[in-house]
């Protein structure tokens, strides 16, 4: 069995079983029956838990005349959300907050949870941040046809009807690759900020990992609002008005 988190050991012990029985039920086989959920689903539970209790907390204590400091706090998370969006996509920008707000909030808090004893940094595997890119894949996408129905398809087509045929395989590598692009960097700047400060925290455990430590929180929210803002930008594609 491999080595598990604590909370994923937890998990484990509880509901081994009925994760067995709803593999099966796909075809699929755990590699590990005593152990089939991973570290990484895991923490993305534990995140989402987190998130789900803070909002809650904040929904119960919302106040007008004597807001408290998590008011204050995600009031000023979702004013910045909305400026970027609105900057971005425009006066219709509102109905979109929502969701930016929460993949910024949840991939920073995946990528900050690692810097925690005894937690691991859940987007530092690649199937992870795969997801939360094929969530902003198929968002964006969803907006496009509720804003522009079925017109939505003439953004596959290009500008002039004669570059048709060349502009559609061309949009749909694009489109395809946006997947790849918000998977890689995300993965790849979390897995080399965990392993490097893993690194130097083993080598000189006093002091200079202090350092890189710093440098992964910069790049831990530097990373969310790089996700973030490549959501905005796609939304803001595919409800573009022609002219």
Same mark, same amino acid.
């Given at each position: ?13 509880? #509901? ?24 990484? #689903?895991?923490? &993305? *539970?534990?995140? !989402? ?5 803070? !909002? ?21 998370? &979702? ?14 920008? &509102?109905?979109?907050?929502? #969701?930016?707000?929460?993949? !910024? ?51 596959? *087509? ?42 130097? #925290? ?24 790089? !996700? ?16």
């Amino acid at each position: 069995m491999p080595e598990q988190l604590w909370f994923t050991e937890i998990l484990n012990r509880l #509901f081994a079983g009925p994760v067995n029985a709803f593999l099966h039920v796909l075809g699929i086989t755990a590699k590990h029956p005593a152990a089939p959920i991973p570290d990484s #689903f895991a923490m &993305e *539970l534990l995140v !989402f838990g987190f998130l789900l209790i803070v !909002f809650l907390l904040v929904r119960s204590r919302l106040s007008v005349e004597s807001p408290g400091a998590l008011q204050h706090a995600f009031e000023g998370i &979702e004013e910045f959300v909305a400026g970027q969006s609105h900057e971005i996509i425009g006066h219709h920008s &509102e109905q979109y907050t929502a #969701f930016f707000a929460i993949v !910024f909030l949840f991939i920073l808090v995946c990528n900050l949870i690692g810097l925690l004893p005894g937690f691991d940094s859940p987007t530092g595997v690649a199937y992870v941040p795969l997801g939360c890119a094929i969530c902003s894949f198929v968002y964006y996408h969803a907006q496009g046809f509720k804003h522009a129905g079925i017109g939505y398809l003439k953004h596959f *087509l290009g500008p002039i009807p004669a570059l048709a045929p060349l502009m559609l395989p061309i949009e749909l590598i694009s489109h395809t690759a946006r997947l790849l692009s918000l998977t890689v960097r995300l993965w790849a700047n979390i897995f080399a900020g965990d392993l490097v400060t893993l690194v130097f #925290f083993s080598m000189i455990p006093i002091g200079v990992p202090i350092i890189f430590l710093s440098l992964h929180i910069v790049v831990a929210v530097l990373q969310a609002y790089v !996700f973030m803002l490549l959501s905005i930008i796609y939304v803001s594609g595919a409800v573009a008005e022609e002219h």
